[in-house]
């Protein structure tokens, strides 16, 4: 196994490198970029980006923008008409447009290695730093709300399996069906309405992870406020995870269920609680395991978005989403390669997850 471990480890950079290289090129064909996002705003069109500009170089942009004197611009940007083409060299040099494509991605690559990921265009800040500052919000929903979906979805998966067919397993069905059918934010903001002020109920903070005064805190009391503060992000994620996961189970436990080795071991004598976690858990749970990986990575990354954005966290999802709409591309590609990063390095852990549920598989054999 240490074998194996090994060669996905040392594939980890190939594949990083690829996922990058794609990024990249993708980046390259979109409209708008930051040099045409600031041209915009110096001809009048304010944008969201451009207005929030806080980078070293924008007073030199300014007083660049005011000796430009309506010159001729041979600049092949939308909009840089009556701008000097040597001001647009140093707004493509400001952001890094100054070299050939090949030239960046390569230094790119040189600095990510070494956890390099650049400064933000309009926030002026190391974009580590930024990732890492917003990192915390999206593993709490992210790590609560998948262990969550897990702990209630495979024993209630499990007894559906055992009692197919009948009245239990026909009502758990319709509700995780109907809670599978809710969107999460709104749900979302059906719990704000309820429980945190907005029209009944206020039990539960609308903001933030933590109070204003969690400096003054203990460690308990910070871990009581933290708790109380994540209940209604954390249901609205979980309330539509339920459905595909218990159904998984059922149906993994249903295919072991009707096997040989099952019908043996209840010839044998063994009851129904020793047959069910003692022989049928071991193989049933294999399938449930290989989509862990995929599941934290989806909530992670792509659910927490919207959620984010009721409960005022400011986490990786809407740090992601400013970044796409703002043109921020050192923010964008630094969150996609720690994304990339976390999501090889969880089918890594699955992989051992494996192992340990099944002993009797061998990855080193298979290669």
Do not use: C
């Amino acid at each position: 196994m240490a074998n194996y471990i090994l060669k996905r480890l040392l594939l980890l950079l190939p594949t990083l490198l690829g996922i990058m290289f794609v990024s990249f090129v993708i980046i390259q064909f979109v409209p708008g970029g930051p040099v045409e996002r600031m041209i915009a705003e110096l001809q009048g069109h304010n944008t969201s980006a451009t207005a929030s500009f806080a980078g070293g170089g924008a007073g030199d942009v300014s007083s660049a923008a005011g000796q430009s004197g309506g010159s001729a611009n041979a600049s092949s940007y939308k909009g840089a008409q009556g701008l000097d083409p040597e001001f647009i060299k140093e707004l493509e040099a400001m952001y890094g447009f100054d070299k050939p494509a090949h030239e960046r991605f390569i230094s790119m690559v040189f600095n990510y290695l070494r956890f390099d990921l650049g400064t933000s265009y309009y926030r002026d800040i190391d974009v580590l730093g930024l990732v890492l500052e917003k990192m915390p919000v999206s593993i709490s929903l992210g790590l609560w709300s998948t262990l969550i979906i897990y702990l209630v979805s495979i024993p209630l998966g499990i007894k559906k399996a055992v009692r197919d067919g009948q009245a239990f397993d026909m009502w758990s069905s319709a509700f995780i069906f109907i809670g599978y059918a809710i969107p999460s934010f709104m749900f979302a903001i059906l719990l704000i309405i309820l429980f945190a002020g907005g029209r009944y109920l206020e039990w539960f903070p609308l903001r933030g992870l933590v109070s204003d005064n969690a400096d003054d805190m203990n460690f308990i009391q910070l871990a009581l406020d933290y708790a109380w503060h994540m209940v209604l992000p954390t249901a609205a994620m979980v309330i539509s995870g339920f459905a595909s996961l218990t159904m998984l189970t059922k149906n993994s436990f249903m295919d072991e269920i009707n096997k040989q080795y099952v019908l043996t071991a209840r010839a044998k004598g063994l009851n129904e609680k020793d047959v069910l976690y003692k022989h049928v858990f071991r193989n049933a749970m294999l399938i449930v395991i290989a989509g862990f990986p995929a599941a934290f990575v989806s909530i992670f990354f792509t659910g927490s978005l919207l959620i984010e954005v009721i409960f005022s966290l400011d986490g990786l999802g809407l740090l992601g989403y400013e970044a796409i709409i703002n043109r921020d591309y050192p923010v964008v590609l630094g969150t996609l390669y720690f994304y990339a990063l976390i999501g090889l390095v969880m089918t890594i852990i699955r992989d051992v997850v494996y192992v340990m549920v099944d002993p009797r598989i061998d990855f080193e054999a298979r290669g």
